[in-house]
């Protein structure tokens, strides 16, 4: 057990979207605890750094629980680190050795340009969603909840497509940046269900044209994707996409 | 000014039908000439800035998140109570009504509850037409478990992950907004203002946080739909950007807040580790299904592991305390039990936790049986105490969670600023001086998607055409304002020595201390002269770095901690004048002879609203009495 664990880092600063990023080396740092989340050890550092009267390291995090998606860092090359199905926020100090150099670096990829320091824009996402991630129903009387019923194993497979939580680490692990993983969640999802059986077809060809407009990479299916992935959405998702896109092209909508 | 509530008149029963029936309607063509704004898309904002856009208003939405998808409800574990009653287990409308009263110790208005339990089935019903994976029976339909203060089981739920579930179909509906052209989404953007002109809300003053730039924004209405000011504790299971700036600066604009003391400390939260901890993390309620909440009986044992104390030398003390709810009291009696068991000097780990023992249950069930429940909690849990507790009991210590008080509104969910709604935890409506479990998610998402499309539309009904823009000097005054107080963090920050964190830490444990889980008259009046001392710290001695023309958390922090000092000041205030104890407000002084919280029905069942008189004054109170013409008032029992 350490309560001063003596780790080196080395963190991407960047001032702004236009300025030119380096990386910044801060030795020894202090009061790091084993206990800590690796947001948490962040949260020490930059007292640290205000102490001394320098800039505070950007970076995102909200519920630090694992579920909003908002962390999205590079550590040590791997997007969230090298824990498999675990958010950055959820990375503990105790995965790492005493004395280590830790490298912390955005998400990178075309579509996500960079905020400042360890900020990143995944506004794209948002608009692949907007692009058919969705059931078209308004808000109003439906039909009773159980009128419909649907097969577990259904819907335990779709809850297993739905559990993305789009942070975007797919992305930034993907040496394609492409957005295969996250896109074919969605529709996976929307399309083993009833609910999204009407306009599958218009779904998948219109959120699949989106991530070609962000400037996402096409799947080679390399699978980095699901290695990274902190809720372990499997690789399978794509392959639904691949053929819900073919099905969707060779019938009219 | 009174409190006029607007409660239609006739039988509970009717009040919303009728309301329904007498509203105004805007036509089409006027809609599309009307502008609303929504500040914050969780799931009160999120469900009510779709269902608006799909009505034709244009809609403006604002979130402090890159992603309306990352709001604070996306953290929901449990689920969402509703009166569906599928289990034939004897639920209703009105016992899922009587249920969420008495939970809240009668500190609720009777019509809003009533409401919230009527509109709680058609919640389900469209969620479940948008796509939500809701849990299913092998029959395919969907299926409940019990949550606190209940004995029927009416909670739907997405395993863990409920908030996420329901926030991601409001999310999507949204966005299918956003692509039909009739919302605007701002994220990354920070509301620092409200504007008033000629005594109605006609928009907003934002930071634009990537770049600091200060926007404004015109509209016919503003609703708010900012969450909940838990966070004011510094330690909570709030999400990091939870605040309750935008309320407070409403606040301060003329909204009365109301009941700023009644907050809720979850029972089961995993206990604090160490002074850098940044926030507690929920273990959900759900658990306490088939978890069993125990301590050791001598306090001798309290270090031994859990496995080496033999059952008859536990304490399973709700259990035995509550005979009829066991382990499913509501979280006050719970988190008050836990407490004075830790008190006792039986708290397990570092002293401060009891334990949530699954063995018995993963005997009776087998362990895939908890893994399909609660297979994210577990592993959650795992993570942050590096303990499996398939194998060893969790250890749990209650934590700040949620906020029944808010910003005061009527019926209509309108605050005492016209044109002004709040809605979802914001604002102070449904759940009295206690929420029961399950039922924040129902409330945001009947005000969102089912109250506020009516009554926003009741209110621009009546409204002309304002002319109104954002060349109003009254836009000019308050953009002023908010650079003047954002400049003044930058300038005085170069002078001080102690960080935003450090007095945030400061007024945390002050909170925490005296106006957490019990509350004395004389710890109170502590409290007030403590958060003045910080107060003046933060107004003298700050330490900030950075600029605000750029991308600067710290800033953005250093103005919600000061809205916190004086939110909190204003608790404490709010708990220091109300002489008893009902709910999550648990005053030493006021409690029965075997410690259950006091009411005093006589002179204290209202809803104090408190209203801003200026920088330094004493605010005004003020009290809509709760009126109980369907209910009997009566001192809770869970034994
Ligand atoms: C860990 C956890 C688990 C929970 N589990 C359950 C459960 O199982 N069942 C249940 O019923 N309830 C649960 N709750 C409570 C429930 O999640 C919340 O009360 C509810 O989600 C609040 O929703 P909301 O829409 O009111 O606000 P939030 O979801 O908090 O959303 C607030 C929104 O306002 C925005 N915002 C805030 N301030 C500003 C500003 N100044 N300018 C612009 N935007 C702003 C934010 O960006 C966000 O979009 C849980 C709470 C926690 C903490
Ligand atoms: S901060 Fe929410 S997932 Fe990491």
Known sequence: MSDDMKLNLRVWRQAGPEAAGAFVDYKAVPG??????????????????????????????????????????????????????TTVCQLHMRSFREGDTIV??????????????????????????????????????????????????????????????GCGACVAACPNASASLFTGAKITQLSLLPQGDAERNRRVARMVDQMDIEGFGNCSNLGECEAACPKEISLDNIAVMKREYLRAIFSKF | MTLDSKVPAGPLQNKWDSYLESVKLVSPANKRKMDVIVVGTGLAGASAAASLGELGYNVKAFCIQDSPRRAHSIAAQGGINAAKNY??????????????????????????????????????????????????????????????GAQVSRTFYARGQTGQQLLLGAYQALLRQVDAGKVEMFTRREMLDLVVVDGKARGIIVRNLVDGSIEKYAANAVILATGGYGRAYYLSTNAFNSNAT???????????????????????????????????????????????????????????????????????????????????????????????????????????????????????QGQKAIEDKYGNLFHMYAKITAENPYETPMGIYPAIHYTMGGLWVDYELQSTVAGL????????????????????????????????????????????????????PAFKEAEADVKRQINGFIERGTKGDTTVNEYYRRLGEVLWDKVGMSRTEEGLKQALGQIAEIKQGFETNLLLTGTSESFNK?????????????????????????????????REEFQTADGEALRDDENFAYAGAWQFKGPGEEPALHKEALVF???????????
């Open chain 1, 32 to 85: 790091i605890s084993e206990h800590m989340s690796f947001l948490e050890m962040l949260d020490v550092l930059n007292e640290m750094l205000i102490h001394r009267g320098e800039v505070a390291i950007e970076f995102d995090g909200d519920c630090r629980e694992g579920i909003c998606g908002q962390c999205s860092l590079t550590v040590n090359g791997q997007a969230h680190g090298g824990e498999r199905g």
């Open chain 1, 104 to 165: 912390v670096e955005p998400f990178r990829a075309k579509a996500f340009p960079v905020i400042k320091d360890l900020v990143v824009d995944r506004g794209a996402l948002d608009r692949i969603i907007a692009a058919g991630g969705y059931v078209s129903v308004n808000t109003g009387p439906k039909p009773d909840a159980n009128g419909m019923r649907i097969n577990k194993d259904i819907s335990d497979r779709a809850f297993d497509a739905a559990a993305c939580i």
């Open chain 2, 87 to 148: 289990p034939n287990d004897g639920d209703s409308v009105w016992r899922l009504f009587y249920d969420t009263i008495k939970g809240g110790d009668f500190r609720a208005r009777e019509a809003n509850v009533y409401r919230l339990a009527q509109v709680s089935n058609a919640i389900i019903d469209q969620c479940v037409a948008q796509g939500v994976p809701f849990a299913r029976e092998y029959g395919g339909e969907l299926a409940n478990r019990s949550f606190g």
């Open chain 2, 246 to 364: 935008a309320a407070w600066r409403c606040y301060k604009r003329g909204a009365y807040f109301a009941n700023p003391s009644y907050v809720q400390i979850h029972p089961t939260c995993i206990p604090q580790a160490g002074d850098y901890q940044s926030k507690l993390t929920l273990m959900s309620e759900s658990l306490r299904n088939d978890g069993r909440v125990w301590v050791p009986k001598k306090k001798e044992d309290v270090k031994k592991p859990a496995h080496q104390i033999p059952n008859e030398d536990r304490d399973y003390y709700l259990e035995t305390r509550y005979p009829s709810f066991g382990n499913l009291v509501p979280r006050d009696v719970a988190s008050r039990n836990a407490k004075s068991v830790c008190d006792e000097g039986r708290g397990v780990g570092a002293g401060r936790a009891v334990y949530l023992d699954f063995s018995d249950a993963i005997a009776r």
């Open chain 2, 421 to 472: 709604f709040v809605a979802g935890e914001a604002n102070f409506s449904d759940h009295g001086a206690n929420r029961l479990g399950a039922s924040a998610l129902m409330q945001g998402l009947a005000d969102g998607y089912f109250v506020l499309p009516f009554t926003v539309g009741n209110y621009l009904a009546r409204e002309k055409a304002s002319g109104v823009t954002v060349e109003h």
């Open chain 2, 554 to 586: 710290m800033l953005e922090l250093a103005g919600r901690v000061a809205d916190f000092i004086e939110l909190g000041e204003l608790m404490t205030r709010d708990a220091l004048h109300r002489n008893e104890s009902c709910g999550g407000h648990f």
């Open chain 2, 629 to 639: 013409e369907n209910v009997e008032l009566s001192q809770r029992s869970y034994k």
